[in-house]
């Protein structure tokens, strides 16, 4: 993996921790900023290190949003002809697709949230698992307010996350959502009174869920999500080729035994993947 820039990643305890580095500008997403997060989510999804990925930031804000100046020196939109807009379907795909990869990882994604998180940073916190978030934090969807649609997935997961009527009144008005409400209306986990403290939960569940066997972890996130997308009679169904898939007797015996033990228990990782470019 090419040497990081906005952000830094640490792995330890079976923990991945990605830091989004940045506060001098407000933690901005530009180009840079998905390039070098969609190349770290593939990397822990191809790698079996981290059974959990914790992404936190730094500064007053988890994220500003997408930078402003993008849309005048990376983000190309030509609008003068059908063929370029045309093109610009293409080119939300490839933005959506990085955020998508929080949500299609084999590993839970935790997010610990301070202050602002604004507009393609809604984005980013609605494709991850839970979300741990600062009393100061707060969630705006930001792109109404400067003559757009939200286009990178906010429009398309809040509604699983929280009440239909709470998100379209977000989404026409552009109001700030406190994190004492988002605790409310089910967006975020829990409140914690500042940034530390919120990072710290995000740890410990994060700790929590990487004592437990990893392939269960997965098969647990996988039929969770389909679960959301399809009838409780698919989703049944789903679950019966899944868990046939991926049961494991030595698994349980390991669990049980230590519970019973009082002690930790010991599970192989995930195998990990290759590209089908890196075959023979």
Same mark, same amino acid.
């Given at each position: 993996?090419?040497?990081?820039?906005?952000?830094?990643?640490?792995?330890?305890?079976?923990?991945?921790?990605?830091?989004?580095?940045?506060?001098?500008?407000?933690?901005?997403?530009?180009?840079?900023?998905?390039?070098?997060?969609?190349?770290?989510?593939?990397?822990?999804?191809?790698?079996?290190?981290?059974?959990?990925?914790?992404?936190?930031?730094?500064?007053?804000?988890?994220?500003?949003?997408?930078?402003?100046?993008?849309?005048?020196?990376?983000?190309?939109?030509?609008?003068?002809?059908?063929?370029?807009?045309?093109?610009?379907?293409?080119?939300?795909?490839?933005?959506?697709?990085?955020?998508?990869?929080?949500?299609?990882?084999?590993?839970?994604?935790?997010?610990?949230?301070?202050?602002?998180?604004?507009?393609?940073?809604?984005?980013?916190?609605?494709?991850?698992?839970?979300?741990?978030?600062?009393?100061?934090?707060?969630?705006?969807?930001?792109?109404?307010?400067?003559?757009?649609?939200?286009?990178?997935?906010?429009?398309?997961?809040?509604?699983?996350?929280?009440?239909?009527?709470?998100?379209?009144?977000?989404?026409?008005?552009?109001?700030?959502?406190?994190?004492?409400?988002? %605790? *409310?209306? !089910?967006?975020?986990?829990?409140?914690?009174?500042?940034? +530390?403290?919120?990072?710290?939960?995000?740890? =410990? @569940? &994060?700790?929590?869920?990487?004592?437990?066997?990893?392939?269960?972890?997965?098969?647990?996130?996988?039929?969770?999500?389909?679960?959301?997308?399809?009838?409780?009679?698919?989703?049944?169904?789903?679950?019966?080729? %899944? *868990?046939? !898939?991926?049961?494991?007797?030595?698994?349980?015996?390991? +669990?049980?035994?230590?519970?019973?033990?009082? =002690? @930790? &228990?010991?599970?192989?990782?995930?195998?990990?993947?290759?590209?089908?470019?890196?075959?023979?």
């Amino acid at each position: 993996m090419n040497k990081l820039t906005c952000f830094e990643l640490n792995i330890d305890q079976h923990i991945a921790h990605l830091v989004l580095n940045r506060p001098d500008r407000l933690n901005a997403l530009d180009m840079t900023v998905w390039r070098e997060l969609d190349e770290v989510l593939q990397q822990l999804h191809q790698a079996n290190q981290a059974r959990v990925l914790v992404i936190s930031s730094t500064g007053k804000h988890f994220s500003a949003g997408m930078s402003l100046e993008a849309f005048g020196e990376s983000v190309s939109m030509d609008d003068q002809s059908a063929e370029g807009r045309a093109a610009i379907f293409d080119m939300l795909g490839g933005l959506q697709a990085t955020f998508t990869r929080l949500e299609t990882l084999r590993i839970p994604v935790i997010v610990a949230i301070q202050g602002g998180c604004i507009g393609g940073a809604v984005d980013m916190v609605t494709a991850a698992c839970l979300r741990y978030a600062s009393a100061d934090a707060f969630f705006c969807i930001q792109e109404i307010n400067i003559g757009m649609v939200a286009d990178v997935g906010t429009l398309q997961r809040l509604p699983k996350l929280m009440p239909m009527a709470v998100v379209k009144e977000l989404a026409y008005t552009g109001r700030r959502l406190p994190a004492d409400k988002a %605790l *409310q209306y !089910g967006l975020v986990n829990e409140v914690l009174p500042d940034a +530390a403290a919120a990072l710290k939960a995000a740890m =410990q @569940a &994060a700790a929590e869920i990487a004592a437990k066997p990893p392939i269960a972890i997965w098969g647990t996130k996988q039929a969770l999500h389909y679960a959301r997308d399809h009838s409780v009679d698919d989703a049944l169904k789903q679950m019966g080729w %899944l *868990q046939s !898939g991926i049961w494991s007797n030595p698994h349980v015996k390991e +669990a049980i035994t230590a519970f019973q033990k009082k =002690q @930790a &228990a010991n599970f192989p990782d995930l195998a990990p993947l290759k590209s089908f470019k890196d075959l023979a």
